[in-house]
């Protein structure tokens, strides 16, 4: 199987910034995707963040302009740089990884607060 291992979650107040990392490990032959997802309480789990082995990125609306997700091929690691953090932005944030487009894995989820 494969895991998602992440960190840099924790409690920051608005405006300041967080960088969240995701590392795969296993059985990895290749991964056509990484990512993130987040999840509040009361709310649907939505996108936030992927990119493409190739490098082609798309974010959620709601973190377009703000946050930043980056890729180490080599290192099967992703990586967010959330700034400008609002209460907003509070949740559970999972990583993901899409081996191929019909097999993908999530990481256990890390808390994200943004609270002053």
């Known amino acids: 199987q494969v895991q998602l291992v992440e960190s840099g979650g924790g409690l920051v107040q608005p405006g300041g910034s967080l960088r969240l990392s995701c590392a795969a490990s296993?059985?990895?032959?290749?991964?056509?995707?990484m990512g993130w997802y987040r999840q509040a309480p009361g709310k649907q789990r939505e996108l936030v963040a992927n990119?493409?082995?190739?490098?082609?990125?798309n974010y959620g609306d709601s973190v377009k302009g703000r946050f930043t997700i980056s890729r180490d091929n080599a290192k099967n690691t992703v990586s967010l740089q959330m700034n400008s953090l609002k209460p907003e932005d509070t949740a559970v944030y999972y990583c993901?990884?899409?081996?191929?487009?019909?097999?993908?894995?999530w990481g256990p989820g890390t808390q994200v607060t943004v609270s002053s």
């Open positions: 993901y990884t899409d081996i191929t487009t019909r097999v993908g894995y």
């Open positions: 990119i493409t082995s190739g490098g082609r990125i």
């Open positions: 296993g059985s990895i032959f290749s991964i056509y995707a």
